[in-house]
C-alpha cells in the first residue's frame, strides 16, 4: 500500500480490514457489547481459567519488571517454567523469592513443577531454540523488548545514561527480530499457544507527533498509525502473528497491548493520582503488573478448541485499567489537553456525557473480558 506522508491521518491495515475469509482477527465489534450472550462468552472463559491445563512455559525478558511477575504467577499456578533473559545467572533479577522456591519444592512429585533460568538473547535463534526444545515448552510468552530511550520518551530524565536508549534503527530492527524469531521457534518446535507483548503505543500514542483519534473510548478496531520506531515494532508483531497463524493454523496468538504498567507497590489510587499522573500523549492510562501477569496466563489457559478464541486465531488485546491514574473527571483533561476533539468539525466520535462524570478510562478492554475472562481493578472518582 501506498503512504502518502503529507497526510497525516493516513492509516495503517488494520485487524479491522483483514479479509473476511481468514482465520485470523474474527469479525466482530470489541466496543461496549450488547450482545445477549456477551455475560455467558465472559462467564465460559473464567471458568477455564479455574481449570486450566498445566503447561510449560518459555518465558521471555523474564528479569524484567513484568517477568518476574508472570514467572512467579506461572508456578504458583503449577505451570513449569524456562525463564530466559541476558543477565547472569547470579543476577538478583534472575533469583526467585524465597516463599516461591519452598512453594516449588513442597509440590507434589507426582505434579512436579520445574523452573530453569537460561542466559539467553530472544535476538540469538539458534540458543533460543534450543532452550525452548531442551525443556519441552509448549507455550512461549514474549516479553523481552528495546524500549526507546529518552530522545524520544520524555517521560525519561534526559540526563540518566542509562536512559539514553538505543538509535531508532535497532529498536525497531531488534524488536521485530526478536518477536518473528519467537513465532518461528514455535512454529518450528511446534508450539502452539503464543503470547507476544504488544503496546497501545502500536496505534500511535505516546511516541507520535501527531495523534488521531477516530473515536473513543479506543478499542482493538482502531486504525494504526505508529510513527516511531518502538511503536512501529510492536505494530509488525501483530502483523507478524496475522502471518504465523494464516501459514500454521495449527497456532493460536495473544498480542496483549500493555500499558504504562506499574509496579504493585504503586498501583494504588494515591500513588497514581499525586505521584505518577499519567500522560496526556498516552491518555493517562495504567496498568497493574499483577494485571498484566494475569492478562499473560490467561491467554494461554484458554482451551485450543474454544469457540471465541481458538485454534488458527490471532487476536489483540488492550490490557489497561478502566479508570485513568488521575481522580478528576475524563472529561476536564480531553478538554485541557485535546481541544480539537470539542471543535464542531473535529472527527472523533464520542459520547461526551459519558466522560462527564467519573475517571472513566480511555481504552475499550470489554475484548479481554468476553475472551480471556480477565478485567484490572479501578480506582474510581465520582466527583
Known amino acids: 500500500m501506498l503512504i502518502d506522508s503529507e497526510k497525516a491521518t493516513q492509516t495503517l491495515p488494520t485487524p479491522e480490514y483483514t479479509p473476511d475469509h481468514s482465520p485470523v482477527q474474527s469479525n466482530f465489534n470489541s466496543r461496549i457489547n450488547t450482545n445477549s450472550d456477551s455475560s455467558l462468552r465472559t462467564s465460559t472463559a473464567q471458568s477455564h481459567l479455574q481449570n486450566e491445563e498445566k503447561l510449560r512455559i518459555g518465558i521471555t525478558g523474564s528479569g524484567g519488571l513484568v517477568g518476574k511477575t508472570v514467572v512467579a504467577l506461572a508456578l504458583r499456578k503449577g505451570h513449569s517454567v524456562l525463564a530466559m533473559d541476558i543477565f547472569d545467572s547470579n543476577n538478583e533479577s534472575?533469583?526467585?523469592?524465597?516463599?516461591l522456591i519452598e512453594y516449588i519444592n513442597d509440590d507434589n512429585d507426582d505434579n512436579k513443577i520445574e523452573y530453569k533460568y537460561e542466559k539467553v538473547s530472544s535476538l540469538?535463534?539458534?540458543?533460543y531454540k534450543k532452550a525452548c526444545k531442551e525443556f519441552g515448552c509448549n507455550a512461549l510468552i514474549?516479553?523481552?523488548?528495546i524500549p526507546n530511550g529518552n530522545d524520544l520518551d520524555d517521560r525519561v530524565n534526559p540526563n540518566e545514561e542509562e536512559f539514553k536508549g538505543n538509535p531508532q534503527h535497532e529498536v525497531h530492527n531488534q524488536n521485530v527480530s526478536m518477536s518473528y524469531n519467537t513465532l518461528s521457534i514455535a512454529a518450528e518446535l511446534g508450539i502452539n499457544r503464543i503470547v507476544l507483548a504488544s503496546s497501545v503505543n502500536a496505534i500511535g500514542l505516546l511516541f507520535s507527533k501527531t495523534r488521531v483519534f477516530d473515536y473513543l473510548p479506543l478499542d482493538e478496531n482502531h486504525p494504526c498509525r505508529p510513527e516511531?520506531?518502538?511503536s512501529m515494532s510492536k505494530y509488525f508483531c501483530e502483523l507478524q502473528a496475522d502471518s504465523f497463524v494464516r501459514l500454521h493454523p495449527e497456532m493460536r496468538i495473544a498480542t496483549?497491548?500493555?500499558h504504562g504498567v506499574m509496579s504493585d507497590d504503586k498501583s494504588n489510587k494515591r500513588y497514581l493520582n499525586e505521584n505518577h499522573k499519567g500522560h496526556w500523549k498516552d491518555l493517562w492510562g495504567w496498568v497493574s503488573?499483577?494485571?498484566?501477569s494475569k492478562a499473560c496466563l490467561s491467554s494461554l489457559a484458554i482451551p485450543m478448541n474454544d469457540q471465541n478464541f481458538g485454534v488458527g486465531q490471532h487476536e489483540s488485546f488492550f490490557i489497561t485499567s478502566p479508570t485513568i491514574c488521575q481522580q478528576v473527571n475524563t472529561i476536564t483533561l480531553l478538554e485541557k489537553y485535546y481541544p480539537e476533539l470539542f471543535k464542531e468539525n473535529s472527527k472523533c466520535k464520542f459520547d461526551k456525557e459519558y466522560f462527564t462524570k467519573g475517571?472513566?478510562?480511555l481504552f475499550d478492554c470489554s475484548k479481554a473480558k468476553r475472551l480471556l475472562g480477565w478485567e484490572e481493578v479501578g480506582f474510581y472518582y465520582e466527583g
Open 94 to 99: 534472575t533469583k526467585l523469592p524465597k516463599d
Open 124 to 127: 540469538d535463534y539458534i540458543s
Open 142 to 145: 514474549h516479553l523481552a523488548m
Open 228 to 230: 516511531d520506531a518502538y
Open 256 to 258: 496483549l497491548r500493555f
Open 289 to 292: 503488573c499483577k494485571g498484566v
Open 359 to 361: 475517571n472513566k478510562g
